[in-house]
């Protein structure tokens, strides 16, 4: 038995392999009445594109021609629609096939799949939401919260999950999200609003008032490649500028980072390398100089803040540490020479200064803190409000910067159900367990069932949740800790997956629906996420491929089966609602004095734009009058010091800004002398998250001997014996995997790099497996960052790095399931 499994699993990815078919013989109704060649728009979170189809298939793809910093990430598209990972058909895990919701749980991952009918497929599905709200109830139900699902108004696959499963039932749902968890949660108390997806200060008046613009853990020119909605990329006009203005020394630039970020590459500008993970220790000694120097604005903390009387003994080391933060004391923390960050502060408070700062920060333990603190810093600064000065979170994304045009854009297909109906059960005992947990908690809550946690100044109890669904994220990519959540999987009866490609999600499910890509469908997206630049069309390139269908035709089939399909799609197809979303907005528009031409004419043409809009200033009504403009916090000023918070008495989150030492820490903190190395996985560079990497075209651009780059500093890797393109072993007590060592000075001493994204590819399914190509998340830390927002802690991880010898196990996460007899 067990070296027949053995082999089995030697096997799995030559037998895969033996079982795809070469993709021309696939695109279904490929020669039909499709004229031999033609040019179609679409669009997507890599920006709007032209596709040259011949012969039903695509045949070249290039930007839109308004698109003057298209992204290198649209030549993985092709690879993505045509790629081996892609589902063919619906398939279902053989064991569960066999025993249902009693198969063996510890097989799941094996990748051993029987290919079903979809009627098949859909029967089971919904045979299974019948049994769990039957036998249990709403709180057995967990609907896996939605990432980043492709772009598209219409066919935004989350919303066709939600809609269509909460006319069954309701469920288990998250609270919070990957990107933001942290600082969405912290600066509501301070600053009134989560602030990380608000507009910002138009980069125009930016890049004429600024004198300093400090880059905080933010890398816009790697980021802003991507959009929430279809990227327009209008931001890097802004940065070419920047750069020039660097070049001219018109603005001093600085980007604070471990790490040489492509941003500070590509403008040529200052790095000021700190320790990872220690920016509010560095912070705190530049308030301290700021207060003991006079340099603060007094005026501003007195006018605009609350609290700053109860945060400067903390400063001095009146409050039970005792421990003043000086520059000396910080350095000792953060590795910044205390010279040079009294130097800093001054400079900080002498000029005009824009202070920017990223998301990555946030994603550590005690991860509420860089933001609080930051904003203690703008506020004593004083210049939040002014042209050019404060603090901003989120000038590396979507595009922010950019003004808005003031045009409306088009809804999306409902996510809720229509007000006045009822869902199939319309059961709401949740038994005392909670009706939704913090979204990164989503292990936690299958390995402590029951148990009550802290969350944001109430309780959470964890439901024992026994069926999950996963629609438009990749749970086996962005969750921590792979193997943990390979026990936790083991207290789920039914796991179903709806995607295109054959992610690790997939793998460790029990049914599989294969979707279609958005570029076999027919959808309208907002052409720019903040910017509100116009209307793209997104017509479908080619047919559905193999048997996958539009999450629409999908969830109508479930509804179909409890009588509900009308009441789902209202009785329309995809271009009536097409139509129907199109003519809402240009009857809104028409309003606004925006013209939008008839909608034949609008889907020929394939997109409409809009005049820019006027630049724009933030927080400066509250700085003009903040009693008519107080900001949302419960008094209306921005707050040093949190009476609510205090009130919670958390331990790791307290009253006002503080530093607290992380579980691990490198450069001399906790847990270094084991695991030396601090591994960040940021986000990559030529993928969005864990899409694109299964295009093998854009992967082989970056990847070393099939394996995911681990990016280490030259002499680290010369004493550990690595060279450049050597394998690599990375390792801790939670996981390991494989990687390709790249060598770069970009890279202190001390710090290395996986990108979040990598396809987990377990050598097989048992805890503690080798991952083959290399995903972060194998060896991430799974933690709250504190019981305030019980977030993420992604970037709190430490590893050991050795160079890996043997016979390397080939990596296995790209050719889909084993395709195995019933
Ligand atoms: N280590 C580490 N981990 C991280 C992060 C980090 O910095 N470091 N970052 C975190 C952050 S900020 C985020 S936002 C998350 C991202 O996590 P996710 O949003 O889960 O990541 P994606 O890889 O974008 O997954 C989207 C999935 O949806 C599928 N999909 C796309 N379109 C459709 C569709 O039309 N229909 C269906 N059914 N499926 C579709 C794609 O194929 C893909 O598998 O990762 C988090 N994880
Ligand atoms: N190309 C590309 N762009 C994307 C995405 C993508 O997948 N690919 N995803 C989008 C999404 S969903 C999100 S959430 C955003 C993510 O946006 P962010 O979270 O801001 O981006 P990251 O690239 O993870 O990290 C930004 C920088 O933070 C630095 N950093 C990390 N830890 C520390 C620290 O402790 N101190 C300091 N000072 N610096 C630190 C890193 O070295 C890196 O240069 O990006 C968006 N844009
Ligand atoms: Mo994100």
């Not at 033609?38 to 012969?55: C, D, P």
């Not at 003004?403 to 059961?427: L, R, T, V, W």
């Not at 809550?445 to 949740?465: C, M, Q, V, W």
Request: some cysteine; charged content about 25%.
């Amino acid at each position: 038995m067990h070296q027949s499994r053995r082999r089995f699993l030697k096997n799995i990815s030559l037998m895969a392999t033996a079982v795809a078919i070469p993709d021309f013989l696939v695109a279904r109704k490929a020669f039909a009445e499709s004229p031999r060649e033609e040019w179609k728009i679409s669009g997507s979170h890599w920006g709007a594109i032209r596709a040259k189809i011949v012969n039903g298939r695509i045949a070249e793809i290039k930007p839109f021609e308004y698109d003057k910093y298209p992204t290198e990430m649209i030549k993985g598209i092709k690879g993505l629609i045509y790629s081996e990972a892609r589902i063919r058909y619906p398939m279902v895990r053989l064991d569960w096939l066999k025993n249902r919701h009693n198969s063996d749980k510890t097989r799941r991952g094996d990748n051993r799949f029987v290919r079903v009918s979809w009627d098949e497929a859909l029967d089971l599905f919904y045979q299974e939401l019948e049994r769990i709200q039957q036998n249990y109830g709403p709180w057995a139900l967990h609907l896996g919260n939605v990432g980043w699902r492709s772009t598209g108004q219409l066919h935004s696959c989350g919303n066709h999950m939600l809609r269509a499963i909460g006319m069954h039932g309701h469920s288990v749902g998250t609270l919070g999200d990957y990107s933001t968890g942290a600082g969405q949660t912290i600066l509501p108390y301070v600053l009134g609003s989560t602030e990380v997806y608000s507009q910002g200060t138009s980069w125009e008046i930016i890049l004429r008032e600024s004198q300093n613009i400090i880059f905080w853990a933010t890398d816009p020119v790697k980021n802003l490649q991507v959009g929430w909605n279809c990227e327009t990329h209008e931001a890097y006009a802004y940065m070419e500028q920047l750069k020039q203005k660097v070049a001219a020394k018109e603005i001093n630039v600085i980007s604070i980072d471990p790490v040489q970020s492509k941003t500070q590459n590509y403008l040529g500008c200052e790095q000021l390398y700190i320790n990872p993970q220690t920016d509010v220790a560095f912070m705190l000694a530049i308030a301290h100089t700021l207060y003991k120097e006079n340099l603060y604005d007094k005026e501003f903390i007195d006018v605009y803040t609350l609290g700053f009387e109860k945060f400067v003994p903390y400063l001095l080391g009146e409050t039970e540490d005792k421990v003043e933060k000086t520059a000396e004391w910080a350095e000792k923390i953060c590795g910044v020479q205390a010279d040079k960050i009294r130097e800093f502060a001054r400079m900080l408070a002498g000029k005009r200064t824009q202070l920017i700062f990223g998301w990555a920060i946030q994603r550590q333990q005690h991860g509420e803190q860089p933001y609080w603190m930051g904003a203690v810093l703008a506020s004593m600064l004083g210049q939040i409000g002014l042209p050019g000065g404060g603090i901003s979170y989120a000038h590396h994304y979507s595009s922010i910067g950019v003004p808005e045009s003031g045009a409306s854009m088009p809804g999306a297909f409902p996510s809720n159900i229509d007000e006045g109906q009822e869902p199939k059960y319309n059961n709401k005992d949740y038994r005392g367990y909670s009706e939704a947990i913090p979204v990164a908690r989503a292990t936690d809550s299958l390995l402590h069932s029951g148990e009550t946690i802290n969350y944001n100044g109430r309780k959470i109890r964890y439901a024992p949740y026994r069926m999950a669904v996963f629609s438009g994220c990749n749970q086996w990519h962005r969750q921590s800790d792979h193997n943990k959540m390979k026990l936790a999987f083991r207290a789920l009866e039914t796991v179903v997956s709806i995607n295109y490609s054959w992610t690790a999600t997939c793998r460790f499910s029990d049914i599989v629906l294969p979707a279609c890509t958005p570029f076999e469908r027919n959808d309208i997206d907002a052409y720019g996420s903040y910017s509100n630049r116009g209307v793209i069309a997104m017509q479908q390139l080619v047919e559905p491929l193999y048997e996958s269908r539009s999450d629409f035709e999908i969830f109508k089939g479930l509804c179909r089966r409890f009588g509900k399909e009308q009441e789902y799609c209202r009785g329309m197809n995809e271009m009536q609602w097409l139509e129907k979303l199109y003519n809402d907005c240009r009857r809104e528009n028409r309003a606004k004095k925006f013209d939008m031409p008839e909608f034949a004419e609008f889907w020929r043409k394939g997109y409409v734009l809009f005049p820019a809009g006027r630049p724009w200033v933030r927080h400066a009504d509250f700085r003009e009058d903040p009693e008519l403009h107080a900001l949302g916090t419960p008094s209306g000023f921005i707050e040093i010091f949190s009476q609510k918070i205090a009130s919670y008495a958390y331990q790791d989150c307290k009253g006002h800004p503080m530093w607290f030492e992380k579980a691990e820490r490198s450069h001399g903190g906790p847990k270094s002398d084991k695991f030396p190395f601090w591994l960040q996985s940021v986000h990559p560079d030529k993928r969005l998250h864990s899409q694109l990497c299964e295009s093998k075209e854009l992967r082989e651009s970056y990847s070393v001997q099939g394996r995911e780059p681990l990016y280490m500093n030259p002499q680290d890797a010369q004493a550990l014996g690595i060279r450049d393109g050597d394998l690599v072993r990375v390792f801790n007590d939670r996981g390991q995997l494989l990687a390709g060592a790249v060598l770069s000075d970009n890279f202190a001493r001390g710090v290395v790099r996986l990108q979040e994204g990598a396809w987990y590819s377990p050598a097989d399914e048992t805890v503690g497996a080798i991952d083959t190509y290399g995903d972060p998340n194998t060896l991430t830390l799974d933690i709250g960052s504190s019981e305030l927002a019980q977030a993420v802690c992604v970037s709190t991880c430490l590893v050991k790095v050795e160079k890996f010898s043997g016979t390397a196990p080939q990596p296995n996460g790209f050719n889909g399931p084993v395709e195995v007899a019933r």
